[in-house]
């Protein structure tokens, strides 16, 4: 079949891409914003990417129009797909049906984490043999490619609680019936389409409802949110993580990279890895669980996150130049800046870090997390806020209450020279958007070249 989908450069939707072209199907895809790693990515895997939505790129009209959940009512593509009566389906849907039917499906959920713990297990399932097939919202840097089908039964799953499609307003993790669940954590988020953390929580339990008796669900212990989820009814075994759970971490090192790792109250071995911050411990433990529930062993997981490399725009690191380090992160909701920052500051002691943040995400720009975000930077030395073109509320409030030097700037170029100028040896600047960021990796880096080269 000729597939073309609407929304191709989405980290769910690019890897989706990749997986029809496997199954052999034709694909192509139309996108409004078309940047790396997955225009790169599409690009290098053959796939033909056509910038926006004309209605022309549906002529020849394609068998089937997969629709991204960006796309809504007035979008010219969609109208025209609608008119012309040309099939469609939602992305989690088509997955559904044409990949994961009669798979072991391993899905991952929650608020944060889910793309490393995503790649995380697959390397686990890799690293021990099993060849998983997977699909990830990034570029898990063990395998170079976000999605792809595998050759046994077993298919890990990024689980998003964001919508399905225009016409399928369910959770895409409803679709995907998984037998292995991770319920990572759950906080408030996507306020574009959630009025509050109950919402979300009854789309969690939708998925809880989906998990079969002979299944296994993971979750960490002191999540009331998570436990508010299993006590609206469980049909499951439970394996809980953290703090007075089956599964549990002792550090060795206060930054995470060295730690315990506890089952039943039974040492299980000792993991070093190169993942900092008390969040990427908890990682581990949740995809320990669900790669022994497959039959990778403790000891053999614990051996394998040595030598796991964290996806990219994950504290991916561009460039270190003269002793000065500069890191891609996805953070985008004051926990995950929090806990990355946090992990940061553990691992470099009192050297200077410098964050520089776009609050981008359609939750930050509705203003829902401004009251949390002053904390949020508490590891950082410094903090440029980046106020960018449609964001509906000023930052200056933060900037006001941060416990740290905050600034708010609007220029992505002068931000990049008072940083490259402010940098010396040691010093640590951590990017933290979920999009491009009008290219300011790359010219960052650039600069620094330049200037410390």
Known sequence: MHLHILGICGTFMGSLALLARDLGHQVSGSDANVYPPMSTQLEAQGIQLMEGYSPEHLDPAPDLVIIGNALSRGNPAVEHV????????????????????DRWVLAVAGTHGKTTTSSLLAWLLEDAGMAPGFLIGGVPQNFGISARLGDTPFFVVEADEYDSAFFDKRSKFVHYRPRTAILNNLEYDHADIFPDLAAIERQFHHLVRTVPASGLIIYPQQESALQRVIDMGCWTPCQTTGEGGNWQARLLAEDGSRFEVWLDGELQGVAEWSQTGAHS?????????????????????????????????????????????????????????????????????????IAVIEPRSNTMRLGSHMAALPASVRGASEVIWYQPAGLDWSLDSVVEQSPVPAQVATDIDAIIDQVVTRAAPGTRIVIMSNGGFGGIHQKMKRALEIRHG
Do not use: C
């Open 281 to 353: 411990v908890a990682n581990a433990l949740t995809a320990l669980a669900a790669a022994r529930h497959v039959g990778v062993t403790p000891q053999q997981g614990i051996a394998a996150l040595a030598g796991f490399a964290s996806p990219k725009r994950r504290m991916e690191k561009l460039i270190e130049i003269n002793d000065i380090i500069l890191y891609d992160d996805f953070a985008h909701h004051p926990t995950a800046i929090a806990t990355t920052l946090a992990g940061l500051r553990a691992q470099i002691g009192e050297q200077q870090l």
């Open 82 to 101: 609608l008119d012309k009566g040309i099939p469609y389906v939602s992305g989690p849907e088509w997955l559904a049906r044409h990949v994961l039917q």
